[in-house]
């Protein structure tokens, strides 16, 4: 069964560094989207990418986050200089359709020290 | 904006009996999408369960099913004949339909975490 996978499962990081999460979603979705879980509290949506630009992005979602696809396959998610605050579950899926359900990938754990 | 409520931070179940996890939303749409989402210790998020408000018929997955209220705002999910595997966080979830003009993104509650016992 196809699914959303993401690399790296976890990621460690230096604060004020730069960090890329990496995400496939399934090949024939065209709705791709990064969503973001803080320990212990609620998923919440940083932004969605349609025809190769951002359709909708969350407050949460400012200059220092950046998308991309940069191929036909991959689809990043990019923190210019990560703060603590940063540390949180990142979450990738994808949709056939903006009306179809999100298939969502296993999530990327990111620790930003 | 909208916003989904899960009022249960925590629920058991024995293995076998049935549960329902409660969810209310609020919107001004008159067409949407709500969901049930499960993630289990593994973290990833996995869909259980879809229903479209502009259907009268609550939708059924095997043992999990929905108790759809459109004019009281209300989404429970049951889950009949509880499994051990069944332990996880249950996210409500909803989203606008397309069309409406809304946003294309889930809105979460905070989530249910069901524990099951043996």
């Known amino acids: 069964e196809p699914e959303v996978t993401q690399t790296p499962s976890h990621q460690v990081t230096q604060m004020g560094q730069e960090v890329i999460l990496r995400c496939v979603p399934i090949s024939n979705h065209l709705y791709f989207y990064w969503y973001r879980q803080i320990l212990g509290q609620k998923v919440e949506f940083l932004v969605s990418f349609y025809n190769n630009e951002i359709s909708e992005k969350s407050e949460i979602f400012d200059d220092q986050f950046s998308v991309e696809r940069p191929d036909g396959s991959n689809f990043t998610l990019k923190i210019r200089s990560t703060k603590l605050e940063d540390s949180a579950m990142y979450f990738c899926a994808s949709s056939v359709l903006e009306n179809t359900e999100a298939f969502f990938g296993q999530g990327t754990r990111l620790t930003v020290v | 904006a909208q916003t989904v409520t899960q009022s249960q931070p925590e629920m058991s179940v024995q293995e076998a009996e049935t549960v329902t996890l409660s969810c209310t939303y609020d919107t001004s749409e008159s067409d949407y999408y709500l969901f049930w989402y499960k993630q289990p210790p593994s973290r990833q998020m996995i869909l259980v369960i879809r229903?479209?408000?502009?259907?009268?018929q609550n939708a059924t997955e095997n043992r999990f099913s929905v108790n759809f209220q459109k004019a009281a705002k209300s989404f429970s999910l049951k889950i009949s004949d509880s499994q051990l595997g069944d332990a996880a966080m249950y996210f409500c979830a909803y989203r606008s339909a397309f069309g409406e003009g809304g946003s294309e993104k889930l809105v979460f509650g905070k989530g249910t975490k069901l524990t099951v016992n043996p």
């Open positions: 229903q479209e408000a502009y259907k009268q």
